[in-house]
């Protein structure tokens, strides 16, 4: 297992505070508040090029370090270098941080799997009766209802998964030994239909599949719970990166914003939303930092509370922010609003507070 | 999972004898009508009427305007609502629409009542109908009979008779006095643009105003500006209409909700507004634009219960007709508790709301603690809703991201959140909050 000292990790987060100012930041303007997607493929390239994205290609230079890439498997370091990268870009936009996690996701599944692919893109899809994730349909997937058919190597399934133009597609299935984890190296076959949703738009489709699947493999309970755990850590890693850019914008509007015959950063309850939206950015940002790899059932529920705090607290944060900006926090100009949306939805998607309870009492009690 | 059988409620009423039978309820009834019961038989009217209308008129149009507000034309809606009576409501006959008892007794009550009806639909289209009352609202709060002769019996033949809407819009925010013009300390040092230059016969009104809900489709606003040369106590209320040489709206905003409902500037290049139109009197502006918050912040409060509630109502059906590992949802514990304490809050909030309606005047302290409160329930109602719906809360299609993105809007407008905590203990200081207990 390899170890990053503080100091290489830092330099991560140089490199991608590096790409976010020079590229990123171009992503979004006034008329394309969530992103112009146009844009997005030479994003992509690049973030490949240096290493910000994980890849399931050994000769990739993000394939050990980039975001949930091979490292991340047994390394704590890698994994916080992994969520500084995240809420980095989640800083500049919450959406392409969620785009090069789900990206993650996929490359490392790939890279357990010993399989190797140049393609970028991703069609991630955790079944739907996944989710409520409860504990007890991890371990006894059989129990789940089935709501696809397989035959003659060809999957007809319906389902709802994330990515963006996929390339490739893995699926995640219940049967009655075990989890299934399918991968389709070809997506012609599969019909995409974009959901739109309040926040991270663009992101999530429903996919109908009646497609030859390229290659189906196995995946343990442990695989299942450290996939999980990353997608609720990325969440939560983002969610922290996003409040912390709308406390800086409101930090900044409060010093040229005028009210009461001075400027509102000396009126009282401005001040209170600040401190409380500081209080709990703080309060998430050590909440991943405390986050370790442990057995595999622990990793889970230290992942869910961990998602459970950053995600709550930075929602709480964010709606203090836009309340600073008063009206103008309500319209698409500011920024503020797509960030409003944004912690809103990674606050409910993949398992909402309301679920998120229920599982960590759930795995409490097992215990 | 609810059955029938002879331990409930119903059945277990049967054994009691025929006085006990008549006082307990043994009657299976939505909170909506046990509500209804309360109100006076007039308001109970404009309540169900409120709700056939938001049924049969805006519940179809609310997703299609909110995917793209900008090719909507409101005016079909609005002569509906007009026909229906409820662009009128805000006085009694003959100059307007609402009961006349009920409204003896309590001036916002019928107008809250419909505004939860049609907020709990879309947040937008009840901002469109509702913002023409905060227009109305200084004519009506002038107190100056021949001002309602001419502006408010005309607008009711007109809208009652013919069907022809008149549409007002209220103007008091301006891009460098948005708090400020809603809260008297901050009113002190507001940097107000809008001025108002005395000239024969009348004033010339110059500058901007932003944010104003109807500005680009109204006919006629309620325009507040300052005498040049002098302070904000010199504001002054200017009815100008949309015809007036000079009068224009500009840039409509992007907003995250409440789309269907236009927020514009209004661009005033020396617009000359002939004194008749002044609306009460000379400088008696400010004392109009508190006294109109005061009226209107009940209503803000019943139009975030209403988003509250449709956001309830929407994932309630959604748990009704979703399964999960062969089980509707709405049949696990763990959703109905969840659901039971959304209906806590929206119970309470609706109480808090007609309790502040309960006054021939509104009540300062009264109507921002029922803004305050109903607006900050809605939105804890609003996420409480999305998340028992799991993914599904976060999709356009089931309409409950929309009700949060319409509730977050009531935190901020009429007053933000904060502002309105100063206008109760402002309004208490002298009263009930420095009453020495000792």
Known sequence: MDTLSQATIAEFEQLTANFCKKSLLHYIDEHHPDGNFTLLPSLVDEACAIGIIAKANASAPGYDYGVWGKQTIDSNDAIQSSLIMLATLAKTCASFAFLVHIQGIAANILIRNNMETDYHYPLLILYDGLFPPYYSLLCNPSRIPINYTMENNYLIHTSMGYGYNPQYAIVFLPESTGWQCIYFNNTDTILLQTIKTHGIRGLTYRARFNSKITHSMSADTHTIEMLLAYFWLGLAAIATGVAHSAYQKAIEYTGERYQRGGLIKNIESVQMLLGNAKANIEASKRALVTFELVDSSAVLKHAAQTRLTATTLCSQAVTDCLQVFGGYGYMEDFGIEKKFRDCNTLLSIGGSPFFMKQYIAQMEMEE | ?438
Not at chain 2, 187 to 193: F, G, L, N, S
């Open chain 2, 1 to 438: 999972m609810y059955i029938d059988n002879y331990l409930s409620l119903r059945y277990s009423k049967e054994s009691l004898p025929l006085l006990g039978k008549l006082l307990v309820d043994g009657k299976y009834q939505s909170l909506w009508d046990y509500d209804t019961t309360v109100l006076p038989r007039k308001v109970r009217k404009w309540r169900k009427k409120a709700k056939a209308f938001s049924r049969l008129y805006i519940r179809p149009l609310a997703p299609v305007v909110d995917n793209n507000p900008y090719d909507f034309d409101p005016q079909p809606l609005i002569k509906e609502a007009t026909r229906w009576g409820f662009q009128t409501i805000i006085m009694p006959f003959p100059f307007g629409s609402a009961a006349l008892m009920p409204y003896l007794r309590s001036t916002t009550l019928q107008v809250a009542v419909i505004a939860e009806e049609f907020a709990t639909e879309c947040g937008g289209l009840a901002l469109l109908l509702l913002a023409h009352h905060l227009g109305v609202a200084p004519l009506l709060l002038s107190g100056h009979i021949p001002t309602w002769l001419k502006f408010l019996l005309p607008m009711y033949i007109k809208g009652a008779w013919f069907a022809k809407p008149t549409t007002m819009a209220f103007a008091i925010t301006e891009p460098e006095a948005g708090s400020d013009v809603e809260d008297s300390i901050g009113a002190k040092d507001a940097h107000i643009q809008v001025t108002a230059t005395p000239v024969n016969g009348g004033y010339l009104l110059n500058g901007t105003k932003v944010f104003i809900s109807d500005g680009a489709i109204a006919d006629q606003v309620t325009v507040f500006a300052k005498i040049k040369g002098e302070e904000v106590d010199s504001w002054t209320c200017f009815l100008v209409k949309k015809c007036m040489k000079g009068f224009s709206a500009g840039r409509r905003e992007k907003k995250m909700g409440q789309r269907a409902a236009d927020a514009s500037e209004l661009i005033f290049d020396n617009v000359f507004v002939p004194r008749r139109n002044i609306v009460g009197k000379l400088r008696g502006g400010w004392a109009l634009n508190q006294n109109v918050l005061n009226y209107s912040r009940p209503v803000v409060a019943a139009m975030a219960l209403g988003h509250a509630r449709g956001a309830f109502e929407r994932a309630l059906h959604f748990c009704n007709h979703n399964y999960y590992m062969g089980k509707k949802l709405i049949d696990y514990k763990e959703i109905q508790y969840e659901l039971a304490d959304m209906l806590i809050k929206l119970e309470s909030v609706r109480m808090t709301i007609w309790r502040s309606c309960a006054h021939f005047r509104a009540c300062q302290s009264l109507s921002s603690i029922a803004k305050v409160y109903a607006s900050d329930m809605a939105v804890e109602i609003c996420k409480q809703a999305m998340a028992i719906m799991g993914d599904a809360g976060i999709y356009h299609e089931y309409g409950v991201e929309k009700a949060l993105r319409d509730a977050r809007l009531t935190q901020i407008y009429e007053g933000t959140n904060q502002i309105n905590r100063y206008a109760i203990i402002e309004h208490q200081y002298t009263t009930d909050v420095a009453i020495d207990t000792i």
